[in-house]
Every structure is written in structure tokens, then in C-alpha cells.
């Protein structure tokens, strides 16, 4: 030990390379997908998220208070939008549950088992956003809901407009969400979401990568034959990683053949803003029996 | 003074919180996407220069981690390491009890591009971003020294009155060097 500390001529150095290591070391350890948190991650989580939540709330009313003044005309016209959007939804629930009901019909005629009949019952947790974390090269937030209320790693979050992220790691009654926003093709921990267009059920792609120069997602390997357009609504297919199904994604913003010509690519541009955090909903699949 | 010690790091968590949960709202919505603003380590560096670089160092790792595990997206450590890191290293270079303001505001916008810097290229290292360097300088590291230059303004005065109360760790120095 000592000819190494001569070696480097300086304790200083020596303590630096150490803590090099350490971190690194750390950083590689905690990259891996870790099933569950360590108690004193969670404890700090869970004491550290109490702590932002009571500050979190008062702040955005306040916030939101101004942004309400400012919006004030736009209200108006909001509220005729609503109104359109509401007899919209009036006429289509009746035509919903009736088909609903049908397809109940055939699926116990076809002898469906529970978990097939189950498979997209999802459920669903509002959650309140406690702290949103601005570091650009991994953008998370926190929700005030954990193992409390059954949340696990994987699950989807949406907001009102659109998918939002992933949970990430859940501690006793907070959870990380990791945004759409770092999800990335060569990360080695993000999963692609595989996707498919309302009303055009053949077309299929995976949603891969999001660029945060110009803030659209990428939607890969879509069948060159596929009728994927301009405008399409981008929903998650549900196919792949029990990734719920029926997630609004975004708006199809262009179509491009891919490198190797074999596949077409899709630049999307997703609904959700990741803005202005208040409201979010963690979609809750039905459970398995294993 | 032992309290005032406690009430300035107890100050300091309080802005750790504030800087995820109130900040985010204050921030008009069009550049919240390119402002993360690291208001606890602007203050370690004010740490770092008029008290001592120790101090600071493990401030930094301390904050830092703290951060690290409450966001937990990717990976522990990368805070911890970057702020405890470069804040050590500008104590090293600038720790004078009597530096005057233009100095001072110099660190931070040095401290702040060697932190944004380390950052970025830890995250490179694991491959979890995958910009370019010229792009994260120009999107978000040049507008956070904007707002990190005005909160070196705001919490100039009041802060180096508190660590000049406090005085520099004599003994703690010797030992050091």
C-alpha cells in the first residue's frame, strides 16, 4: 500500500481514483434492472417524496391560479369544443356498450377462458405529481402513489392527452416515472413500445427512440406495404412486454422509407407535452395467474 | 456557531426541494425543456470558495446523491460524482475567504459549464444520451448559466454574511494541506 501511495507521490490522488472507482462501479451496479430498492433508497424516497409533495401542491395552485387568469378567454372557446366533444362521447357510449355486450356474447360462446376474457380489463390510479426532475439527460418524475397501492416497475403513466413514460422503481409510497423523453434505441435499459394506428389494425411498428432536437418519437420497422399516413393516431398495440394496449401515443407527422429500404420509418409527434405536471394516470394491468 | 450551521444546511435542503417542485412551475412552459436549473450546487460552490473545499466536496456528494436516489430514471451516482467533483476541484483553485463578487460569479459560471460538462459525458459513457456535445452546450448548459448567474446575484450578499459568521475551519485547513 504504501509503495502505491509513492507510486502515485500524492494521498490526494490516490483518494480520487478510489472514489473514481467507486462511483463507476456504482453507476454500472445500479444500471442493470434492479427488480426492488434497498431499504434506504426507499426511505430516502419515501421521507424526500413526503417532504416535495407538501411543497409541490401549494406551488401549483398558486402557479395555476395565474395560468387560469391568463387563459381566461380561452376558456370560452374550450368549453364549446367540450360541448361538441361531449355529445360525441354521449352517442358513441351507446353504440359502445351495446358491441361491448355483443362481444361478451361471443367470447362465452367461443369458451374464452378468464384470463383471455380479462386480458384488456385495465385499471387505473390517478396519481398527483410531487417533483419533476429538469436534468436533461434523464428527465423523471415523481408521483405520489408506490407498493401501496400496487404499483410496480413497468407499468404505463398517461396524462390526459397521451402516454407520459414507464414507472421505473417504486418505493414504499412514491414512484419514479422515467419519461418517453429518454427512451432510446441503443439504451440498454428502455424497451420498445410496439405500436399500431387507430382503424388501421395491419399496420404494426415499434416506437424506439425520441429526439430531443426535435421532439418527435420514431416509430421503426413498419411493413413497407402498411397504409401508415400523415395524420394516423398512434396507439400502443399491447403485443409485446404485457405493454398495455390502447395508450395514445401521437400524431404521425411524416413517413419516410427507412436506411435499407425494406421499411418504412414514422416520425410521431407524441400528445402528452411533458409540461406543467399535475394529474397522471398509471394504467393497471389485470392480474396474471401464473 | 453550531445552529447556524444547521439552519444554513437545513436552508439548503429546503432549496434542493424547491429547485423539483416549485421551480418547474415558475419557469414559463417554453423553456422548460431547456432550463435545469442546480440551484444547491450553485450554493456549494459559494461552499467551496469562501469556506472550505472539504466542506464542499462532501456537500456535493451528499446533495448529489440525495438527488441521484430521488430520481432514480437510470442509474445512481452521476450527480454525486459530478457535483462533489468539480466543486472540489474549484475550491481547490479559487478558495479565498476574501474573493471579491466578479470572482465569484466566474466560479459559478465555470463551476456550473464543469459540472453540465461532466454530466454529460458520464451519461455518453453508459450510452444514455446520445446527442451531441455542441447541441446540450447551445440547448441547455448556455441558458442555465443565465439563470444561475442571476441567482449568484440574488443570494450573493446574504450568504457570504452567513459564511463569514461562520468563519473558515482554521485547524481544519492545516490539516488538510
Do not use: C
Not at chain 1, 135 to 147: L, Y
Not at chain 2, 35 to 41: D, E, G, K, R
Not at chain 2, 99 to 109: D, E, F, Q
Amino acid at each position: 500500500m504504501l509503495e502505491l501511495f509513492k507510486l502515485l507521490g500524492n494521498k490526494r490522488l490516490f483518494v480520487l481514483l478510489v472514489g473514481l472507482v467507486t462511483f463507476i462501479a456504482l453507476m454500472g451496479f445500479t444500471l442493470s434492472p434492479r427488480a426492488n430498492l434497498s431499504w434506504p433508497e426507499k426511505f430516502l424516497k419515501d421521507s424526500v417524496g413526503f417532504v416535495q409533495y407538501v411543497f409541490y401542491k401549494p406551488a401549483s395552485y398558486v402557479a395555476g391560479f395565474f395560468k387560469d387568469v391568463a387563459n381566461m378567454r380561452a376558456v370560452y372557446e374550450e368549453n364549446e369544443e367540450l360541448r361538441i366533444a361531449m355529445g360525441h362521447y354521449t352517442r358513441d357510449r351507446l353504440k359502445y356498450n351495446d358491441l361491448e355486450q355483443k362481444n361478451k356474447q361471443l367470447e362465452q360462446a367461443l369458451n374464452f377462458t378468464k384470463e383471455q376474457q380479462n386480458r384488456y380489463n385495465y385499471g387505473s390510479r390517478i396519481a398527483q405529481v410531487i417533483s419533476a426532475n429538469s436534468d436533461p439527460n434523464s428527465r423523471t418524475i415523481n408521483i405520489d402513489i408506490g407498493e401501496n397501492a400496487g404499483i410496480k416497475p413497468g407499468m404505463a403513466v398517461t396524462s390526459q392527452e397521451g402516454l407520459v413514460g414507464v414507472i421505473s422503481h417504486v418505493s414504499s409510497y412514491t414512484s419514479t416515472v422515467n419519461l418517453l423523453t429518454s427512451m432510446d434505441a441503443n439504451d440498454p435499459t428502455s424497451n420498445a413500445i410496439a405500436a399500431t394506428a387507430v382503424g388501421k389494425e395491419k399496420v404494426f411498428g415499434m416506437i424506439e427512440s425520441y429526439d430531443p432536437k426535435s421532439g418527435m418519437l420514431k416509430m421503426t420497422k413498419i411493413a413497407e406495404d402498411s397504409n401508415i399516413a400523415k395524420g394516423d393516431e398512434i396507439i400502443s398495440s399491447g403485443i409485446i412486454n404485457n405493454f398495455p394496449k390502447y395508450m395514445r401515443i401521437g400524431e404521425v407527422k411524416s413517413v419516410e422509407k427507412s436506411e435499407y429500404g425494406l421499411t418504412q420509418t414514422a416520425t410521431i409527434k407524441p400528445y402528452a407535452n411533458f409540461l406543467d405536471w399535475k394529474e397522471l394516470i398509471v394504467i393497471i394491468p389485470p392480474e396474471v395467474k401464473q | 456557531m453550531v445552529t447556524r450551521k444547521q439552519v444554513l444546511f437545513l436552508l439548503l435542503f429546503i432549496l434542493f426541494i424547491a429547485e423539483d417542485t416549485i421551480l418547474p412551475q415558475i419557469i414559463p412552459s417554453a423553456w422548460q425543456m431547456r432550463i435545469s436549473a442546480n440551484l444547491v450546487y450553485i450554493v456549494i460552490l459559494f461552499f467551496a470558495v469562501y469556506y472550505h473545499r472539504h466542506t464542499a466536496l462532501v456537500l456535493g456528494i451528499l446533495f448529489g446523491l440525495l438527488h441521484d436516489v430521488v430520481f432514480y430514471g437510470e442509474m445512481i451516482g452521476p450527480y454525486g460524482f459530478s457535483m462533489g467533483l468539480s466543486a472540489y476541484m474549484m475550491g481547490l483553485i479559487f478558495q479565498a475567504p476574501r474573493a471579491p463578487m466578479p470572482i465569484m460569479v466566474s466560479v459559478v459560471l465555470l463551476g456550473s459549464l464543469l459540472n453540465d460538462t461532466m454530466l454529460f459525458f458520464l451519461y455518453k459513457l453508459f450510452q444514455l444520451n446520445h446527442v451531441t456535445f455542441d447541441w446540450a452546450l447551445i440547448e441547455y448548459m448556455i441558458p442555465n448559466l443565465f439563470v444561475h448567474f442571476v441567482f449568484t446575484l440574488i443570494i450573493y450578499v446574504p450568504l457570504r454574511k452567513q459564511l463569514e459568521k461562520i468563519g473558515t475551519p482554521k485547524s481544519k485547513a492545516d490539516e488538510a494541506s
